[in-house]
């Protein structure tokens, strides 16, 4: 099963959904493409009706409104029927052509094999800033990947059944799978720029990014022992909390004045 999520695309599905059918067939037999409209306000949800008129394997799902990429690549998960998912963007920047490598990998003993865009097609502030987020997801996640964020994945369906994605959490999707105890596997595959549209995730992307991974780390890392996390924090706060009221009892006691003391406050 082919999941796509999409969002005012328009103009690239008739040539995406062709040379998907293309790899896939060349693969298997049985293959369904399952597009998500994530609300649309462009034609997309028309060109979809027109293709799946022309072939029944081509599905879509459409959203009210705009739920964000997470939420549809979710939905397109619980429709799927296929024993492996594949996930790819909409807008051709990831190469279809690219899957049967991804399946290889998938096929030498992993659960998620997630593409590596060695050489993006983005501006240089995109592409600074997604090292400087690989970096630090890889640091704080423990897992070794060069690209969590890429949108050409395949997975086995034990692991898609076990993903619970909103949000933005899509970004993190390995580092959910490596916590589950799932084995993450990564290939290089091309990227191209954007021939249609724009990107769809402005600079607040960061910002928010950000946000996502301190879930991530909560999620992964204390899930079960929060206390571990703010323990510490917590630990060093009521010793000098009690530190100070010992002395200032002293100095109170000795017959100082303590109400005059900023320290009394903090
Ligand atoms: N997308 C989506 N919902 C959104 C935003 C994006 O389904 O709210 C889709 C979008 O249509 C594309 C994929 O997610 O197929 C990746 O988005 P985009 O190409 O804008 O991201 P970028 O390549 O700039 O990271
Ligand atoms: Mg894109």
Redesign the pocket.
């Known amino acids: 099963s082919a999941v796509?999520?999409?969002?005012?695309?328009a103009q690239s599905l008739e040539e995406l959904c062709s040379r998907l059918t293309r790899t896939l067939a060349t693969l298997t037999e049985r293959f369904e493409l399952i597009f998500?409209d994530?609300g649309s306000t462009d034609s997309s949800f028309a060109v979809l009706q027109s293709l799946h008129q022309r072939d029944s394997r081509v599905k879509a799902i459409r959203f009210r409104r705009?739920f964000?990429?997470s939420t549809?690549l979710s939905a397109g998960f619980k429709k799927a029927k296929g024993s492996i998912i594949v996930t790819l963007?909409?807008?051709l920047?990831d190469l279809p052509e690219e899957i049967p490598t991804l399946l290889n990998r998938l096929e030498q003993g992993y659960d998620l094999v997630s593409g590596w865009k060695k050489k993006r097609k983005d501006s240089p502030i995109r592409k600074i800033a997604s090292r400087l987020f690989n970096r630090v997801t890889a640091f704080f996640t423990g897992v070794r990947l060069h690209d969590f964020?890429c949108?050409l994945k395949c997975y086995r369906r034990e692991l898609v059944d076990e993903l619970a994605l909103y949000g933005e959490l899509h970004r993190y999707i390995p580092a959910i799978a490596n916590w589950k105890g799932f084995r993450v596997g990564e290939v290089k595959v091309g990227h191209h720029p954007?021939k249609h549209g724009e990107?769809?995730?402005g600079s607040e992307r960061y910002l928010r990014g950000l946000f996502d991974l301190l879930t991530v780390i909560m999620l992964t890392k204390y899930p079960e022992k929060p206390l571990h996390f703010f323990g510490l924090l917590g630990t060093i706060l009521s010793l000098s909390g009690l530190a100070i009221n010992l002395y200032m009892a002293i100095l109170r006691i000795s017959g100082k004045w303590i109400s005059n003391r900023p320290l009394l406050l903090l």
């Open positions: 796509i999520p999409l969002y005012n695309e998500v994530d705009n964000g990429k549809a963007d909409a807008d920047q964020n949108g954007r990107s769809k995730f």
